[in-house]
């Protein structure tokens, strides 16, 4: 059996280590005969496997006390209803920076339930770039900012987390979430979708500040309130247990790391390789100012379809897979999450050399 090096931007590469254990699990979890999908939400075993994953996140983001930590359904899309749902409870209005499709659908949908003042946009350049936030732009009454962190189609990521004052900071944090530690205290609200960096898809991670829940009007329905999901520690009803025991097995990996500023590291490592190779190569390079990159996604051009076909094919051939950019970009782009071992960075750098000197 051959693991290829999968650069996919989602659902994506997952530790090696993790899927071992899970093969190991699943037939027989711990002497108990049955897979962990077998298991009651309610049993012993699975209060232990959530209750161990949530003090294992709360660990390693070192999230403060008076946050919550929710494992939700509906992925990082029905967070795009349920934060103006929940917090445009007041003035009904909200500031939304605009940094790409994420945004853009996030936007839509906080549409249907007040006004959204766009703070800032990327979109003139084809969201090349993080834009410069004003803050004499931002409305002092909303309810909520939003900003999408790292903007996984075009490879941007902000570099310094706006200050809004008194003005809860909501983040979509769904490609970038555990590549580095975060200050929360900059934050109010943050959510992420699994399949990027924590786990399979199927769960969605809310950390929510506490006193920001249970203001929703008496309309909004039960699974998308909150309050609903705070008062029965993500068992309302049956969670994504899979979901929630495999990402449970990457915090532990994550733990067994040396936590996220060991990670950071790395992540730091992978990228600047890759970077690094794109500032001197004379067929590709980078479409994304350089203030604004991502370490996660790293999106990269030779300029010519053609080429860009051949190099996809050529690389996929290779065992370097799942290379082909976003339709709206184009080109290629490497997603080189947590899970992306350095050697294979090592690996499509050393390929992206020979096919330069065989094709540039
Ligand atoms: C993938 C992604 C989403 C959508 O996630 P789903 O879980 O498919 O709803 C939203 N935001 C960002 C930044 C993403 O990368």
């Known amino acids: 059996m051959a693991r290829i090096y999968n650069f996919s931007a989602g659902p994506a590469v997952l530790p090696e280590e993790v899927l071992k254990k899970a093969a190991e699990e699943m037939l027989d979890y711990k002497g108990c005969g049955m897979s962990v999908m077998e ?24 999230i403060p006390e008076n946050y919550k930590v929710l494992f939700l359904q509906g992925g990082a899309s029905m967070q795009f209803a349920m934060v103006p749902l929940n917090l445009m409870n007041k003035n009904k209005k909200s500031d939304y920076v605009n940094t790409g499709q994420w945004s853009k659908k996030a936007i839509a949908e906080a ?11 990327s979109e003139d350049d084809n969201f090349k770039y993080i834009p410069r936030l004003d803050p004499a732009a931002f409305s002092k009454d909303a309810d909520y900012f939003y900003i999408v962190t790292n903007n996984t189609i075009y490879g941007t990521e902000y570099k310094e987390i706006p200050d809004t004052g008194d003005v809860p900071l909501v983040a979509d944090m769904s490609s970038n979430i555990l590549s580095d530690p975060v200050d929360l205290s900059k934050f109010d609200l943050i959510f992420a979708g699994a399949q990027k960096n924590m786990g399979p898809a ?59 500023t060991a990670i950071k590291k790395l992540n730091h490592e992978k990228a600047q390789i890759l970077y690094d190779y794109l500032e001197q190569s004379s067929l590709f390079s980078s479409p994304v100012q350089k203030e604004s990159r991502s370490m996660m996604n790293l999106p990269f051009l030779t300029g010519s379809k053609e080429l860009d076909a051949k190099f996809i094919e050529e690389a996929s051939v290779c065992g370097l897979k799942t290379l082909k950019g976003h339709r709206t970009v184009g080109g290629m782009r490497a997603s080189i999450y947590n899970a992306m071992p350095l050697d294979g960075v090592k690996a499509l750098v050393q390929f992206m050399e020979e096919f330069e000197k065989e094709n540039g």
Request: aromatic residues 8%; negative net charge.
């Open 39 to 62: 298991l009651s939400h309610r049993g012993k075993e699975f209060t232990d496997i959530i209750e161990t994953a949530r003090a294992n996140i709360r660990e390693i983001m070192e």
């Open 202 to 260: 199927g769960m969605t991670l809310v950390i929510i500040r506490e006193d920001l829940a249970g203001k929703a009007s008496d309309d909004v329905p039960a699974l998308l309130n909150y309050k609903t999901h705070i008062d029965s520690e993500s068992l309302y009803n049956t969670p994504p247990c899979y979901s929630i025991y495999m990402a449970g097995l990457v915090f532990k990996w994550i733990k067994e790391k040396g936590g996220l």
């Open 111 to 121: 549409k249907k339930y007040g006004e959204v003042n766009i703070v800032a946009s």
